[in-house]
C-alpha cells in the first residue's frame, strides 16, 4: 500500500501562510490524497482532498505536484486554532479506508 | 446533527474486565470503523463494517470484538481487558459522497486506561 511521508513538526508565526509538505512517491493512479487534522483532545476531521488538480475550500488549499509524487497543505492565515497535527493520506478509490495508513502527522505549532 | 457519537468518554478498567464502546452515527453512512490511537503513533484501524451485517478485521484486531447492530451503531467490545488496551478509541463513519470524496467523520474520542 502506498504509504506517505510528512515532517514530524513545523513551526508558523499567527497570521503568515503555512506550507505542509507530503511525499507520496509511490502513488498509484486512482489514488486520492486526502488531508486531515486533529485538534489536541479531539478526534481528527476532514480538511480537503484531490487526486490531480490544485484544489480549494474554505479551510486550506492543496497544491498537488505535476507527477503527483508530492503534495502540499496550503493554510493561508494561520490562526491559533490551526495548531493541530496535519494527517496526509492516500486513499484507493476502489475502496474505503481498510487499508488506509495513518501516519503520525505534522504537528503544527502556531507562535502568537 | 450530532454526526459520530461515542460512548463512554473516558473509562478506567481492570485487567480481565470486560466493557463495550459504543458508537453511533446520525448521518445515513454505510461504512463504520473503530481506531485506537497510542501515543506518538497514528491511527490504527481495529475493525469495520462495510455496511449494515458486515465486519471486517482491520490492522489490530486481536483482543476486540465488534457488532454493527444496524446500519447507526457499531460497538467495539473488550472482552478481557489488557494493559496494552489502555488507549484512546476512535469511531468514524464515512460518506460515499458523489463526487468520490469518501470522507471520514469521526467522534471525539473514548479514552480507555486498564489497570
Known amino acids: 500500500d502506498a504509504k506517505t511521508t510528512q515532517p514530524n513538526s513545523m513551526e508558523s508565526n499567527e497570521e503568515e501562510p503555512v506550507h505542509l509538505p507530503c511525499n507520496h512517491s509511490?502513488?498509484?493512479?486512482?489514488?486520492?490524497i486526502h488531508w486531515y487534522r486533529q485538534l489536541p483532545s479531539q478526534g481528527p476531521e476532514y480538511v480537503i482532498h484531490g487526486l490531480t488538480s490544485n484544489v480549494n475550500n474554505r479551510m486550506a488549499s492543496l497544491a498537488i505536484a505535476e507527477d503527483r509524487k508530492s503534495s502540499t497543505l496550503i493554510l493561508h492565515r494561520a490562526t491559533l486554532r490551526d495548531a493541530a497535527v496535519y494527517y496526509c493520506i492516500l486513499r484507493d478509490n476502489s475502496g474505503g479506508y481498510q487499508k488506509v495508513t495513518f501516519g503520525t502527522g505534522t504537528k503544527l505549532q502556531v507562535i502568537p | 446533527n450530532a454526526g459520530v457519537t461515542q460512548t463512554p468518554k473516558f473509562q478506567v478498567l481492570k485487567t480481565g474486565q470486560s466493557m463495550t464502546l459504543q458508537c453511533a452515527q446520525d448521518m445515513n453512512h454505510n461504512s463504520m470503523y473503530w481506531y485506537r490511537q497510542d501515543p506518538g503513533m497514528g491511527l490504527r484501524l481495529i475493525y469495520y463494517s462495510a455496511s449494515e451485517g458486515t465486519t471486517d478485521k482491520g490492522e489490530v484486531p486481536n483482543g476486540y470484538n465488534v457488532s454493527r447492530l444496524n446500519k447507526r451503531e457499531f460497538s467495539l467490545r473488550l472482552e478481557s481487558a489488557a494493559p496494552s488496551q489502555t488507549s484512546v478509541y476512535f469511531c468514524?463513519?464515512?460518506?460515499?459522497?458523489?463526487?468520490?470524496?469518501?470522507?471520514?467523520?469521526f467522534g471525539a474520542g473514548s479514552r480507555l486506561t486498564v489497570l
Open positions: 468514524a463513519s464515512r460518506d460515499r459522497g458523489t463526487s468520490g470524496a469518501n470522507v471520514l467523520t
Open positions: 509511490t502513488i498509484s493512479g486512482t489514488d486520492y
